[in-house]
């Protein structure tokens, strides 16, 4: 993916970096969706991630007559303790890790990234 920036010496360090936040971005993704399960039998081979069991959380409190019981407030309490981890992560990328490589980007004349 970052095979394009020239394999210079004061380049390398970018580039580590990069692939550096690539690699933490493709496991926070990782960690959220599973992305091989094509099918609704694939749960037996791929293991359902935080968004779908969210879902599921939120399809089995739903209803005419909504009545949440104390196993799902117990599963909700566990997903957002899940979910409090993901955000430092996602904070982590967004606002740490982006933000420096944007300067190291900027500093050889390349530019940022979004």
Wanted: hydrophobic fraction near 45%; charge should be negative; aromatic fraction near 10%.
């Amino acid at each position: 993916m970052l095979a394009t920036i020239p394999m210079d010496a004061k380049y390398k360090d970018i580039k580590e970096q990069g692939q550096n936040i690539i690699n933490i971005a493709k496991l926070w993704d990782e960690d959220m969706v599973q992305r091989l399960s094509k099918a609704y039998d694939d749960v037996e081979n791929f293991p359902n991630k935080f968004t779908a069991e969210y879902m599921f959380l939120m399809n089995q409190s739903e209803s005419d007559i909504v009545q949440v019981n104390q196993a799902s407030l117990d599963l909700l309490s566990e997903m957002n303790t899940k979910w409090d981890v993901l955000k430092l992560k996602a904070n982590e990328i967004s606002e740490k890790l982006i933000p420096e490589f944007n300067k190291m980007l900027w500093s050889v004349g390349i530019g940022g990234i979004w």
